[in-house]
Structures are given as structure tokens and as C-alpha cells.
């Protein structure tokens, strides 16, 4: 078989976008679906403010998981074909083949604690009296993601070089669809 040594780092690349992609789908979808009963059901804090907030809804959280799931489903299900055509650019190693066949519990996981990390973050926004749609910058950013990992590591513990590129990517999105959103005339600020 043919090599071709600069496929390697990108096929890293993409199967650390593998890795992520339930969390990432179970992250940006509650916005389309959330609304109703806040999770903390409108309760304070005994420093006074909100625990979560309204940007918080349990049908948020719902669909968030629900969607991050299904696309764990897609992956499950795609992964078969998507092997030998990797194969025909890399030399498939054991760590690929550990995130290329993602399991559906995995996807459930990895969509569960990219909502908890998003829970977890508004919480400490609130703490240090960041308002419910103000954005803060780390949390936001990459939170999800790492809480995400946490909880799928029982079940799947991807070599750090995968976990590595997911979090670097993750944040270059962020920077990038925030980038297109000014652009686009969306936002007001290209951050
Ligand atoms: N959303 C929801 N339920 C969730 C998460 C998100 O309903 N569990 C919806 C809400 O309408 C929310 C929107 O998705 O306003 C955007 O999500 P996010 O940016 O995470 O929330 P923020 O409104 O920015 O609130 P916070 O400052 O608490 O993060
Ligand atoms: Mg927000």
C-alpha cells in the first residue's frame, strides 16, 4: 500500500472532530429546542442570584442530549464505511479505530456531560455575577468539552493527542463561527 505521511496528522485531525461531534451537536442544539421551566426552577442562591438561570431549561437540556445522542447513533452506524476509506490514505492504528468506532453509551455519555459542563459553567457565571447570555470566554468556550470527556472516560479514553486537538479545535470554532456571525451581520462583536 502506498503511504502518505502527511495524511497521518490529518486523519488525527478528524477523528479528534469525531471524538467531539456528539458533544459538540449536543451542545449547540438546546438553543433550538430549550424554553419552559428553568432546571433551577427560578431558585436563588444564598449569595441572592438565580443558582443557574433562565438560559438554562430542562427541554434545553433534553434536546441537547437527545440530538448529541443521535448523531452518536449516526457515528455508530457510519463508522463501518468510513473505515476502509480511511484506510485508503493512513495506516489505520488501534487509537484511530478506538475513536472512529465510537460507542452509542459513549455518545449518550460524552452528550450528558457536555450539558453538565454547560450547567456547571452557568453556575459559576452567576457566582462571579455574569449574566445569562454574557458570555465567559473559557467556560463557554471549552467546558462543555472537557466535562464531556470526563464523562465518557469510564468508557472511552481517548490517547491524549486526540484530546488534545478536540480542545484546540473546539476553540478555533468558537472563534471562527463567531468570526462568520459578525461577518454575517449577526453579532455585533467579531468575539
Ligand atoms: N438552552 C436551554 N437549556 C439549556 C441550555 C441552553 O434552553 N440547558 C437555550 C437557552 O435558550 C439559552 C440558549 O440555549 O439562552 C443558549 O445557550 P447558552 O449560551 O448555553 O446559554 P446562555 O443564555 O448564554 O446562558 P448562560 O449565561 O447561563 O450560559
Ligand atoms: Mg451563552
Same mark, same amino acid.
Do not use: C
Given at each position: ?17 469525531? /471524538? ?19 432546571? @433551577?426552577? =427560578? ?9 443557574? =438561570? @433562565?438560559?438554562?431549561? #430542562?427541554? =434545553? ?8 445522542? /443521535?448523531?452518536?447513533? *449516526? %457515528?455508530?452506524?457510519?463508522? !463501518?464505511?468510513?473505515?476502509? #476509506? ?10 484511530? @479505530? ?20 454547560? +450547567? ?7 457566582? +462571579?455575577? +455574569? ?9 463557554? %468556550? ?11 472516560? !469510564? ?11 478536540? #480542545?484546540?479545535?473546539?476553540? *478555533?470554532?468558537?472563534? /471562527?463561527?463567531?468570526?462568520? *456571525? ?10
Amino acid at each position: 500500500m502506498e503511504y502518505y505521511p502527511m495524511y497521518e496528522e490529518f486523519a488525527i485531525f478528524e477523528l479528534a472532530i469525531w /471524538l467531539g461531534l456528539s458533544a459538540w451537536i449536543a451542545n449547540a442544539t438546546p438553543v433550538l429546542g430549550g424554553g419552559g421551566k428553568p432546571i @433551577d426552577g =427560578g431558585g436563588l442562591f444564598r449569595d441572592g442570584r438565580r443558582i443557574l =438561570g @433562565d438560559g438554562k431549561t #430542562i427541554r =434545553g437540556f433534553i434536546v441537547g442530549v437527545f440530538f448529541g445522542t /443521535l448523531t452518536g447513533i *449516526g %457515528q455508530f452506524l457510519a463508522a !463501518p464505511y468510513l473505515r476502509p #476509506i480511511l484506510a485508503l490514505f493512513v495506516t489505520i492504528t488501534p487509537e484511530m @479505530d478506538y475513536v472512529l468506532s465510537i460507542s452509542i453509551p459513549a455518545a449518550l455519555l460524552l452528550s450528558l456531560g457536555a450539558l453538565t459542563g454547560d +450547567v456547571v459553567g452557568s453556575f459559576i457565571k452567576r457566582r +462571579v455575577n +455574569v449574566k445569562s447570555g454574557d458570555p465567559s470566554p473559557f467556560l463557554d %468556550q471549552v467546558g462543555f468539552i472537557l466535562m464531556a470527556l470526563i464523562f465518557a472516560f !469510564p468508557l472511552m479514553a481517548p490517547s491524549p493527542n486526540f484530546v488534545i486537538i478536540l #480542545i484546540l479545535t473546539t476553540l *478555533g470554532i468558537h472563534w /471562527l463561527s463567531n468570526a462568520l *456571525g459578525y461577518l454575517l451581520g449577526f453579532k455585533k462583536n467579531p468575539w
